[in-house]
């Protein structure tokens, strides 16, 4: 059992930074790749970035270049540096762990935290 509980979510406006953390419960943590997910209003839940047990990210195209995540197993912690952020990335943003692999899909999700607001004004 894993229990992920995500902070630094916030206002800011466009063109500035966040960085999110998703602190995660259990001594299994660097067993676990580690994604973020994000929901906007009336959307569905969409994948943006995650991070695998060697360390390799993956990034939706749309963050990609703005948006970096990382992972400190010594913490138990994942974070998402977000960069020149936009209106359109506010939303809720979700931290996940999965045991199989990267989530890049809600159902490959073993596990979800639950979750922190980011809105960017214009």
């Known amino acids: 059992q894993v229990q992920l509980v995500e902070s630094g979510g916030g206002l800011v406006q466009a063109g500035g930074s966040l960085r999110l953390s998703c602190a995660a419960s259990?001594?299994?943590?660097?067993?676990?790749?580690m994604a973020w997910f994000r929901q906007a209003p009336g959307k569905e839940r969409e994948f943006v970035a995650g991070?695998?047990?060697?360390?390799?990210?993956y990034y939706a195209d749309s963050v990609k270049g703005r948006f970096i995540i990382s992972r400190d197993n010594a913490k138990n912690t994942v974070y998402l540096e977000m960069n020149n952020l936009k209106p359109d990335d506010t939303a809720d943003y979700y931290c996940?762990?999965?045991?199989?692999?990267?989530?890049?899909?809600?159902?490959?999700?073993?596990?979800w935290g639950q979750g922190t607001q980011v809105t960017v004004s214009s």
């Open positions: 259990g001594r299994t943590f660097s067993s676990y790749a």
């Open positions: 996940a762990a999965g045991r199989s692999g990267v989530p890049t899909t809600t159902a490959g999700s073993d596990y």
């Open positions: 991070i695998n047990w060697g360390g390799n990210t």
